[in-house]
């Protein structure tokens, strides 16, 4: 039996569920960073919520350590590859809130769509104001549903119920998934235009940041209400205050800010929008659930069992010669899933050299943790990767074969129209792109990459490093790779920061450029 450290608020339940396993659960609350590194010495696990940072250092002091587990989602506060790297396991509890999220979405809606808070507040102050606040139904309105993973699939369901008609925006799910969910697919400018309400349902990260600025509003359909219940900074508050304000947007429910916690934003000052303080999780069932979950993942790991919410395998479970190729793999996985915009029909992962005979089922893994990886509001571990490509509709194939031409090892993605392929390199083994799009490249991946195809002709190299270059984007690293038969050429630049979507605008628009892609990590 072990000792469970414990430093923030856990469910009783959860307290007691490790108790009767046998476990010593020491509960140490308020715990500051150095008082901690001292705590954890002994720990056999440590459970935390959101407010306790696991860094490198206090890995280092619990030695004795077998399990991270956060009560909750997100693992922003946990150092996971330091974790991974000494063995200890990282669990989460992806599913304790999802339904609470959902209802928080669903209240928003109809709080949006009859004002019950404005008319809340009238009343008790003394007004009588049935005209003034007159809402619409929700029956026979479009929805458009902004992510479709957990909890927009569980919005939707509810929506259907309300018989409102339901169109979605997400990559990565399939056209067969949707329509055995009610709903219909469609790119985002043409969702923003034909419905009536909009929910937001995706995780915040380099692509979604400021999705919902002022040039998307300024397409929706006059009159739209705006839900946000995922994350803050998808929605720019401003532009969103201004569209309100103009008539364009009827109004907005809001659970979520860009800086939380706050008490100050444009969108407070405005009677049609209706605003939270990040209640999505703020359920006595969700907080149950996440602390009964947690305490049963720890239990699992302590016995050595099989854990279903581990986001991360020991290094040590792994081969010494595939162990290197894992971090290879997931880059490979994250540029396919941008080439493609989303998610393909299939992925075919082709294993050559060494590699073939070594166990490549991690790196699968890794690949398809890679792909998914800004396209679920939960983290994507080893173990829900599978899942979520079955929920998505994803056809997964691998072949192997020892024989590798021009590398000692070689990972080979192919889907859609796209391909991307990489190795390592060197005697610091560092990881290579060498082929994207059958076109031969060599480029070390990079947190900012830009995928242009181009005419194979004098200038165009020219023309791309001027349209960066006015913008202030600098250019660290490039590849150039011409077609086999010498009419296109594909160039892979890495770039010093995000690359701005006017910017990326002017280069779709540059003469002899076909085709642009952005790849962020």
Excluded at 51 to 64: F, N, R, S
Excluded at 134 to 144: D, I, R
Excluded at 312 to 336: H, K, Y
Aim: charged share 20%; net charge negative.
């Amino acid at each position: 039996m072990g000792r469970v450290l414990v430093t923030e608020k856990l469910a009783q339940a959860g307290l007691d569920l490790m108790a009767e396993a046998g476990h010593e659960v020491d509960v140490r609350l308020g715990l500051s960073p150095d008082e901690l590194v001292v705590a954890i010495a002994g720990a056999h696990a440590l459970v935390i919520r959101s407010a306790t940072t696991v860094t490198a250092e206090v890995l280092a002091a619990g030695t004795d350590l077998v399990v991270v587990g956060r009560a909750g989602i997100g693992l922003d506060n946990v150092d996971v590859p330091a974790a991974t790297e000494r063995g200890v396991m990282v669990v989460n509890a992806p599913q304790s809130n999802i339904l609470s999220a959902a209802e928080q979405a669903m209240a928003l809606l109809l709080a949006q769509a009859r004002n019950v808070p404005q008319a809340h507040a009238a009343l008790v102050a003394g007004k009588w104001e049935r005209s003034k606040w007159e809402g619409v139904e929700l029956y026979g309105k479009t929805l458009g549903v902004i992510g479709l993973g957990r909890v927009g699939a569980l919005v939707a369901q509810r929506a259907l119920a309300f018989g409102m008609h339901l169109v979605a925006y997400d990559p990565f799910v399939s056209a067969d998934r949707a329509r055995h969910m009610g709903v219909e697919l469609m790119g985002l400018d043409q969702l923003m235009g034909e419905s009536d309400f909009v929910t937001i349902h995706l995780p915040k990260n380099a692509e979604t940041l400021g999705l919902v600025d002022a040039e998307l509003l300024a397409k929706a359909k006059p009159g739209l209400r705006l839900i946000n219940t995922a994350r803050g900074g998808i929605v720019d508050e401003d532009a969103l205050a201004d569209a309100v304000r103009s008539g364009h947007v009827q109004g907005a429910g809001l659970d979520v800010f860009a800086k939380e916690p706050t008490t100050e934003s444009p969108l407070f000052e405005l009677p049609s929008v209706v605003v939270a303080p990040h209640l999505g999780a703020s359920t006595a069932e969700a907080q149950d659930k996440a602390g009964v979950t947690i305490a049963e993942q720890v239990i699992l790991a302590l016995a050595g069992d099989f854990v279903p919410f581990a986001v991360n395998v020991a290094a040590g479970d792994v081969s010494e010669t595939v162990r290197p190729f894992m971090g290879l793999a997931e880059q490979l996985g994250r540029i396919f899933s941008c080439l493609n915009d989303g998610l393909p029909a299939a992925v075919e992962i082709e294993y050559q050299g060494g590699l073939a005979g070594a166990g490549t089922g991690i790196l699968t893994l890794s690949v398809l943790k890679g792909v998914f990886a800004a396209g679920t509001a939960e983290p994507v571990s080893y173990v829900n990767a599978p899942q979520l490509a079955s929920e998505r509709g994803l056809e997964v194939r691998e072949t192997s074969t020892t024989t590798a031409h021009d590398y000692v090892n070689l990972i080979t993605l192919r889907g859609g129209e796209h391909s991307v392929a990489g190795t390592l390199t060197g005697p610091r083994t560092e990881p290579r792109l060498v082929m994207m799009d059958d076109h031969t490249v060599e480029v070390p991946p990079a947190p900012h990459m830009v995928v242009v195809r181009n005419d194979d002709r004098a200038g165009m190299i020219g023309a791309v490093g001027t349209v960066l270059g006015d913008a202030g984007v600098s250019i660290s690293s490039m590849a150039v790779g011409p077609s086999a038969s010498g009419n296109t050429a594909l160039m892979v630049l890495s770039t010093d920061r995000l690359v701005p979507g006017d910017t990326l605008d002017r280069l779709r628009g540059t003469a002899g450029i076909s085709d642009v892609h952005t790849v962020e990590a």
